[in-house]
């Protein structure tokens, strides 16, 4: 497809286990955004991905949280030993490099953790 | 510091009422972006506009506006003739020129009654 693809869709898990959450950019995008959207609020920035440079994990709520991506393709995050607080749909987005301000978000992984 | 603030949570109108979404941003620079997105039920967001701090002409793109002020801070978002399709979350956003970090509003949730 043309658009940012996220998996799973839906993820429910109990508390104290780990998650990887999945993005699939669109191709030729160079930077990869990472969002958390709690239930009626709006996105707050996690994470920041532009070729290879240094990612901006300036975003990321503790230590828990981490993310990883190989070159300009999929990016996995990571939330080890979940907590209650962190279930929220956990979005994606991808822009063009010289383009970053114009993002493209993918539909969402909603986590769940009870 | 940065922020915006969407102060209506949630409006409910009539279909082919016309209604605007409100939208106040905050930041101390002088170059900024600003947008809005939609977010329908599947959740996925979809970007409407970008407008740069340097152009405050209105546009209009068929049945939706955009009144962009600085005086006032604002960027309101207007849907002429709402139809039961625009129902979604509404979300405004800030973003400084040279960074990629968005700042979100917390959304304005439409709904169009038939």
């Known amino acids: 497809g043309a658009g940012v693809s996220q998996s799973p869709s839906n993820k429910v898990t109990e508390k104290g286990k780990d998650v990887e959450l999945r993005c699939d950019p669109i191709?030729?995008?160079?930077?990869l955004y990472w969002y958390r959207q709690r239930l009626g609020q709006g996105l707050e920035f996690l994470i920041y991905?532009?070729?290879?440079?240094?990612?901006?994990k300036s975003g990321l709520p503790s230590d828990r949280f981490s993310a990883e991506r190989t070159g300009e393709s999929v990016s996995t995050l990571t939330i080890q030993r979940t907590q209650q607080e962190d279930s929220a749909v956990y979005l994606c987005?991808?822009?063009?490099?010289?383009?970053?301000?114009?993002?493209?978000f993918g539909p969402g992984t909603r986590l769940t953790v009870t | 510091a940065q922020k915006v603030t969407q102060a209506q949570t949630e409006i409910s109108v009539v279909e082919k009422e016309d209604v605007t979404l409100d939208c106040v941003y905050e930041?101390?620079?002088?170059?900024?972006?600003l947008f809005w997105y939609k977010q329908p039920p599947s959740g996925e967001l979809v970007f409407l506009i970008r407008?740069?701090?340097?152009?405050?002409q209105n546009e209009i793109s068929g049945r939706y506006s955009w009144n962009f002020q600085k005086s006032t801070s604002s960027f309101n978002f207007t849907i002429t003739a709402s139809q039961v399709v625009d129902s979604a979350v509404y979300f405004c956003?800030?973003?400084?020129?040279?960074?990629?970090?968005?700042?979100f509003g917390t959304g304005t949730r439409l709904k169009v009654l038939a």
């Open positions: 191709s030729g995008h160079t930077a």
């Open positions: 991905f532009q070729g290879n440079s240094a990612p901006d």
């Open positions: 956003a800030l973003s400084d020129a040279g960074t990629y970090k968005y700042i």
């Open positions: 407008r740069n701090s340097f152009d405050e």
């Open positions: 930041t101390r620079d002088t170059t900024y972006y």
């Open positions: 987005a991808s822009s063009h490099i010289d383009r970053t301000y114009e993002q493209y």
